[in-house]
């Protein structure tokens, strides 16, 4: 396994596969545990990929050099504090992170949060001080798995493959393919997961399922059950839309089985995603999902945990991704990220983006490349070393083969190393030195949580009280042949045939944020009063708050209600 052909797929996915190429072609790698000799069909897109060879000039192709030049110049002649570094993630190997050590060290203003799983990452970080998933071993071993705000067989497809002949219940608004599989789907209305927690943990008490010995070791457990006992138990039906003999049939599953919740994003894509992801890990709490030898509980957890930060420059000149207004600066360099598609409120972001000298670096023409006056290309997974560590798991993949040959193109580290160079700021540490580091170390990642600290206090504003009857819950979720932006688009809104609408009839959507035109497709598999939108979409986000959660700076999609009429 030491020779050089090993590739890792880049791609914003809890999997982090690894790849090999084995007689000239790329394989899934038989050895890699959660691979196990399979690729997905984004990874076969991305190989698709008409990836940018040439760098631009507002429109003209123009040689590497000449577009270096024109970047320092431009960094040169503009006080930092007009500029802004806006980082995506559509490549997720340690090396996308050099170039923020150059901008934060030039003094440009960058960005805080996430448009992605934050308010999540903060909610159970309050209550467990780590995010750390449990060994990949546990969720194999275990007997049922719930999979909560999760599209769990699409999203994390090779996690899913491993543990697929599992007894699953699913609690999502939408019919996914995880929830047809499952033994119960709880299909409760957006944004009242808080509150099935409660009431889960209500029954578990009943059902004498609480974990004496950890409630012990902890704190607050007291108050988070005077939480669950402050209304009536009938009342959670009509507000969570699930009923209680589901409720009942939830714990028959369980009972006595050795099990697993997987949450995903879809549970804290609002304003309080803090506080109701911690309703649901303390039920976990509860029940004594935590510190097992087998089960647990699984988010996105954070990758780089035991790890050194080998590109950590610290600045305290940071603005809330959620809440970038590109109009504020003279000049915006946008890396691996397509925010006129991906980034709330899409209106504010175009508009933002045409007041601006705006540069993207990046591998392919996206979206956002309209807007863009310059336009670096990046050399692609295939050209340069790198190291991928994920979200979903304790393994990495390896990713060592290069291309030194390519001269219209730049790595990050290599359009850092030389940024840092004109600027006379400090050299990187070495390009091999970073890779064997991420490589070799085997870090400690400890999963056990001491001093638990369940929810205390629950302050969570519903949205099914604002909710008019004639107005849909917002969905923007993840699909199979798609990642985020990338390969391919997708402008329907799915709504349930009770809607009234028909296939093919276009729709003005309006939210409060903003409003556009969709194309109808019905869907039962739809919740009634809910209106889907897949992240390829290019218009969801005219709809989205351009506000940050309570916590994290982190993106609040599903906060908001919509109206929709025919065009
Ligand atoms: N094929 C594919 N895989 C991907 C990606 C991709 O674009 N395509 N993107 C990658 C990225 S960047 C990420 S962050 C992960 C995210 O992957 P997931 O964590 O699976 O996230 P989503 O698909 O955004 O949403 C998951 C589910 O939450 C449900 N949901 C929405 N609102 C609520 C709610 O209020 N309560 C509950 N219980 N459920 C709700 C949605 O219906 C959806 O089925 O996937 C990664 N993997
Ligand atoms: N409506 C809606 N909006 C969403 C979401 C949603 O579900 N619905 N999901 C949110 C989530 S979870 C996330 S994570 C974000 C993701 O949003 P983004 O970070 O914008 O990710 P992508 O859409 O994948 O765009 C990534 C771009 O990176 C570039 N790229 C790929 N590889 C490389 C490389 O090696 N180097 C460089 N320099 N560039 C590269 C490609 O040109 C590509 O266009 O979107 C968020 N926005
Ligand atoms: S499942 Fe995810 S990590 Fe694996 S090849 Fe597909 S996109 Fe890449
Ligand atoms: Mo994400």
Redesign the pocket.
């Known amino acids: 396994m030491n020779s050089n052909n090993q590739i890792a797929c880049p791609?914003?996915?809890?999997d982090a596969c690894q790849a090999q190429i084995i007689d000239g072609k790329i394989k899934g790698s038989k050895e890699h545990f959660t691979t196990n000799g399979k690729l997905?069909v984004?990874f076969a897109n991305l190989l698709n990929e008409d990836f940018l060879d040439t760098a631009k000039f507002q429109g003209k192709d123009i040689s590497l050099d000449n577009a270096l030049d024109i970047l320092v110049e431009k960094l040169k002649q503009t006080p930092a504090n007009d500029t802004i570094y806006y980082k995506g993630?559509g490549n997720l190997g340690v090396m996308q992170g050099a170039p923020k050590t150059f901008f934060t060290r030039y003094g440009s203003v960058l960005t805080k949060g996430s448009l992605?799983?934050g308010a999540g990452g903060a909610g159970l970080e309050m209550g467990r001080k780590k995010v750390v998933n449990p060994p990949i071993e546990n969720l194999k071993n275990s007997d049922v798995i719930i999979v909560?705000?999760?599209?769990?067989s699409?999203?994390?497809?090779h996690m899913y493959n491993l543990v697929k002949d599992k007894t699953f219940i699913t609690?999502?608004?939408?019919k996914?393919e995880i929830a047809k599989k499952s033994e119960l789907h709880m299909q409760?209305?957006?944004?009242?997961?808080h509150e099935l927690a409660l009431l889960l943990t209500r029954f578990a008490y009943m059902e004498d399922l609480e974990d004496e010995e950890f409630i012990k070791n902890s704190q607050g457990a007291d108050w988070f059950f005077d939480l669950a006992k402050s209304r009536p138990v009938v009342s959670y039906e009509q507000t969570t839309g699930v009923s209680l003999t589901d409720v009942t049939k939830f714990f028959e599953i369980i009972k006595d089985k050795k099990v697993s919740i997987v949450?995903?994003?879809?549970?804290q894509?609002?304003y309080e995603g803090a506080q109701i992801i911690r309703a649901i890990d303390s039920f976990a709490a509860y029940i004594g999902l935590h510190n097992k030898d087998v089960g647990g509980v699984w988010y996105?957890g954070s990758s780089m945990y035991g790890y050194e930060k080998k590109f950590d420059a610290v600045s305290n000149n940071k603005v809330a991704i959620p809440e970038v207004d590109f109009s504020k600066y003279k000049v915006v360099f946008i890396q691996g990220a397509n925010p006129v598609v991906t980034a709330p409120n899409t209106k504010k972001i175009v508009e933002g983006l045409k007041k601006s000298f705006v540069i993207y670096f990046g591998t392919t023409i996206n979206d956002t490349c309209e807007y863009a006056d310059l336009i670096i290309p990046a050399k692609t997974f295939l050209e340069k070393k790198d190291v991928r560590l994920s979200y979903g798991h304790e393994l990495k993949a390896i990713n060592n083969i290069e291309d030194k040959n390519i001269k219209n193109k730049i790595s990050e580290y290599e359009l850092s190393s030389y940024l840092n160079e004109c600027f006379g700021f400090e050299p990187l540490e070495g390009e091999d030195s970073i890779i064997e580091y991420y490589t070799n170390t085997k870090p400690d990642r400890d999963h056990i949580i001491e001093d638990f600290e369940f929810l205390e206090d629950l302050e969570v504003e519903n949205l099914y009280e604002e909710k008019e009857d004639e107005e849909f819950?917002l969905?923007?979720?993840?699909?199979?042949?798609?990642?985020?932006s990338q390969f391919g688009t997708d402008n329907n809104i799915y709504l349930n045939s009770s809607s009234g609408y028909k296939t093919g009839d276009e729709v003005l959507v309006a939210s409060e944020h903003g409003e556009a035109k969709f194309t109808v497709c019905l869907d039962d598999n739809v919740k009634e009063n809910c209106a889907?939108f897949y992240?390829?979409n290019k218009k969801a986000n005219y709809l989205t708050p351009f506000k940050s959660d309570e916590e994290a700076h982190s993106a609040i999609y599903?906060e908001a209600l919509l109206t929709i009429e025919l065009c």
């Open positions: 791609l914003d996915c809890y997905c984004n993630s992605c799983d909560w705000g999760r599209n769990f699409i999203t994390s497809p609690i999502d608004p939408i996914t409760l209305n957006p944004k009242t997961d949450m995903g994003l879809g549970v894509k609002y996105l819950y969905i923007t979720a993840k699909s199979k042949k798609t990642l985020n889907l992240s390829s599903h």
